[in-house]
């Protein structure tokens, strides 16, 4: 039984940081492609950030490179999206996926994924 609960979402002044976490069960995380995806009102999912499975390399989308800083804790089976000098259009809900398209050596991220967390909903106000 594959589960995914992110938590760690909130209202933040922009400039501040936030640490938002992904809760595995059912599965080893180390073993799978791990990602965050965000949508905010009136737009479509965006990929914000993936860590391969095999290398372990880092995908950033541009709107958060620089800031955000993906990782994971393999004892506790869980993922991290620590994010920085947040802005207001990172308002958004996050969703924490497994086994999305990660290929971070060709700059690529797939839209798609096999398992979904709930969201947890970022309010990064002016």
């Known amino acids: 039984d594959v589960q995914l609960q992110a938590s760690g979402g909130g209202l933040v002044q922009a400039g501040g940081s936030l640490r938002l976490s992904c809760a595995a069960s059912g599965f080893t995380l180390d073993d799978y492609n791990m990602g965050w995806f965000r949508q905010a009102p009136g737009k479509e999912r965006e990929a914000v950030s993936c860590?391969?499975?095999?290398?372990?390399?880092?995908y950033y989308a541009d709107s958060v490179k620089g800031r955000f800083t993906i990782a994971s804790d393999n004892a506790a089976n869980t993922m991290f999206l620590h994010m920085e000098t947040l802005k207001p259009e990172d308002t958004a809900v996050y969703y924490c996926?497994?086994?999305?398209?990660?290929?971070?050596?060709?700059?690529?991220?797939?839209?798609?994924?096999?398992?979904w967390g709930q969201g947890t909903l970022v309010t990064v106000s002016s």
């Open positions: 860590i391969s499975s095999g290398d372990k390399r880092t």
């Open positions: 996926a497994g086994d999305p398209i990660c290929i971070p050596g060709l700059q690529i991220m797939g839209v798609h994924a096999e398992d």
